[in-house]
T-cell receptor, first 109, second 115 residues
């Protein structure tokens, strides 16, 4: 079993749709959690950190459930510019970061 | 700040040749990471440096790979000899705190093709 598993995707949604991604992790001692966004042939960039209390940044909401060991990302009112691959990242400390394989989102007009 | 700088951006070489990838982290960052990304294996952590010291190199595939960080502003990843299966995008990332539990800032990557 992989340490970090994401919805396989791809997700193809119309503009304005709400879409949710999930990610599960296997190590209960994991310390910090993130969602990164990667555009085609570009480097990953931080989208948002994920906290147990949940956090929101505009149209994006991230949630962490430590008991069930999963992380979620909700995108509301999807824009064409949201089309990208979304990577779930789990960090164990001591530099041990594990990236999920990513979920590809395509938002269509 | 200029962000993480990597060079070269593209490298095409022949099997058996030595390849050296370079990285300049963001000034003041304590942690530096080298990653490799392929379609088959996704993004894999190769090695992690903290304050210029290699802390975890368990992701380095084999002895053909080596990494150094002689000072806080420079790191190299060397492959000798290179093989076609080393073809991938290699990213360098830096983080302001130790342990990498904070945000990692990625460079633009080096796209390596080994023929």
């Amino acid at each position: 079993r992989k340490e970090v598993e994401q919805d396989p995707g791809p997700f193809n949604v119309p503009e304005g749709a709400t879409v949710a991604f999930n990610c599960t992790y296997s190590n209960s001692a994991s310390q910090s959690f993130f969602w990164y966004r990667q555009d085609c042939r570009k480097e990953p960039k931080l989208l948002m950190s994920v906290y147990s209390s949940g956090n929101e940044d505009g149209r994006f909401t991230a949630q962490l459930n430590r008991a069930s060991q999963y992380i979620s990302l909700l995108i509301r009112d999807s824009k064409l510019s949201d089309s990208a691959t979304y990577l779930c990242v789990v960090n164990m400390g001591f530099g041990k970061s594990t990236f999920g394989d990513g979920t590809t989102l395509t938002v269509k007009p | 700040d200029a962000g993480v700088i990597q060079s070269p951006r593209h490298e095409v070489t022949e099997m058996g040749q030595e390849v050296t990838l370079r990285c300049k982290p963001i000034s003041g960052h304590n942690s530096l990471f080298w990653y490799r990304q392929t379609m088959m294996r996704g993004l894999e952590l190769l090695i992690y440096f903290n304050n210029n010291v290699p802390i975890d190199d368990s992701g380095m595939p084999e002895d053909r790979f080596s990494a150094k960080m002689p000072n806080a502003s420079f790191s190299t990843l060397k492959i000798q000899p290179s093989e076609p299966r080393d073809s991938a995008v290699y990213f360098c990332a830096s983080s302001p705190t130790s342990g990498g539990t904070d945000t990692q800032y990625f460079g633009p990557g080096t796209r390596l093709t080994v023929l």
